[in-house]
């Protein structure tokens, strides 16, 4: 007997589009690929020929218990596609131990009890993922949002619903995956029932804020800073950022975060530039481990530098700490404001003409700097538009060699 070919990925890729990722006829989004025409019968995968149907129907189907014309109407109207989401699904969370993986860092609480909240990263004050117990039951929140702050994912209390407006998204196993293009993922997460959820890989964005998560790292864009693998236990906030903090424990907090004004091309950039350099040094160190005798390779000596304060103007090299707040038609932007912000002259992280306009001046000075979002820029509300920065420098630092 010839042994079935596997579906390809692009075909399974179209049909979960066409069928708004979840069982057609339930909205389900554990399913699985069911041939319409009898595979014995036609022997290929044709995309328009294939539907998704959750274990209950399918098994219905294969058993005669489903008429193959109610399988062809609903794959004409598929569930989700008519309520825009998919169906609940009841995520099995239990117990007091709880963590949250995010690319190599880690959040835990050992002993969650009644009435307590977890919550390991929080943006603006709103919990992305939270953990609570509620007479002894744990209870999992969580939510992604898109580039737009439109919830994509959602999780209150174990019930999970997700948008099915998105390009692409796949539930394998224990895997759910969103993408926003080809080879684009916005989000992969891994559930662990009964206390552990693991964001394998993709973006976190809120107001502005945006964190890249891989394996081995878990980087933020708008300031291009590595949180190198962060451990916190029993905190009851992980990371906040933004504001109002919690005025509870918090393992790391970050105000001020520049919003809209970063560079993204120059963040991941660097991000890529910094990743291949530590690859490429774990390499190096683990030929040396398994030949010792083999020399790494020679690297030049470079004095060390640090930063001194210095009463002179601003130059394309310098370090600033700074207030600044952009207004469009005289009226604030929301994520255009900092206060005590450090930038360090030349990395290209704000808008063009931004550090133009701080060159020169001194400790003390305000002033306006009259700008335009490039017409390319990554926030739709923002593209092209004209903007006024006021801004207050309180600290210049130069780079001088090391004693």
């Known amino acids: 007997m010839q042994k079935r070919p596997a579906v390809p990925d692009g075909i399974k890729r179209e049909v979960r589009q066409r069928c708004g990722f979840g069982c057609v006829i339930c909205g389900f989004p554990l399913y699985e690929y069911e041939h319409m025409m009898e595979w014995a019968e036609v022997k290929r995968h044709v995309a328009d020929e294939i539907t998704l149907l959750c274990r209950e ?10 008429p193959k014309q109610d399988v062809l109407d609903a794959n004409a109207n598929p569930y989700n596609l008519q309520i825009g989401t998919s169906k609940n699904v009841l995520l099995r969370y239990s117990g007091k131990y709880v963590a949250f993986y995010l690319g190599d860092s880690c959040f835990r609480y050992e002993n969650l009890s009644n009435n307590s909240f977890f919550a390991p990263l929080v943006i603006d004050g709103l919990a992305m993922v939270g953990f609570r117990v509620e007479n002894d039951k744990l209870l999992l929140n969580f939510v992604a949002f898109d580039e737009l702050n439109k919830p994509i994912v959602n999780i209150v209390d174990n019930e999970m619903i997700y948008d099915t407006n998105q390009w692409d998204i796949e539930w394998v196993a ?6 926003e293009g080809k080879g684009k993922i916005l989000l992969q997460l891994k559930f662990e029932p009964p206390g552990i959820i693991r964001f394998i890989k993709g973006r976190v964005l809120r107001n502005g804020v ?22 916190t236990n029993n905190c009851a906030v992980g990371i906040a950022v933004g504001d109002p ?48 005798q083999k020399p790494l390779k020679h690297q030049p000596y470079i004095q060390p530098t640090t930063w001194l304060e210095s009463n002179t103007p601003v130059q394309s090299d310098s370090r600033v700490v700074i207030d600044f707040e952009g207004f469009i038609d005289s009226v604030p932007f929301e994520g255009g404001k900092a206060e005590s912000f450090v930038l360090q002259m030349g990395q290209g992280r704000m808008i063009p003409g931004f ?49």
Not at 275 to 290: A, G
Not at 356 to 363: E, Q, S
């Open 245 to 292: 903090l919690p005025n509870c424990g918090v393992g790391i907090a970050i105000s001020g975060i520049n919003r809209y004004l970063f560079d993204r091309k120059e963040a991941r950039q660097f991000l890529r530039q910094s990743l291949n350099k530590k690859r490429v040094s774990i390499t190096e160190s683990s030929n040396r481990i398994k030949d010792p």
């Open 174 to 179: 224990q895997t759910l995956t969103v993408r």
């Open 57 to 66: 129907h399918h098994g219905m189907k294969t058993d005669g218990l489903l």
């Open 210 to 231: 945006e964190f890249l998560v891989g394996k081995d790292y878990f980087f933020n864009s708008n300031n291009s800073n590595f949180f190198g693998s962060i451990s």
């Open 355 to 403: 550090e133009d306009g701080l060159i020169g001046r001194k400790v003390g000075d305000s002033f306006d700097v009259h700008l335009s979002f490039p017409s390319d820029y990554h926030a739709e509300n923002l593209k092209g538009k004209s903007t006024v920065f006021h801004i207050t420098i309180h600290k210049i630092e130069n780079k001088v060699l090391a004693a």
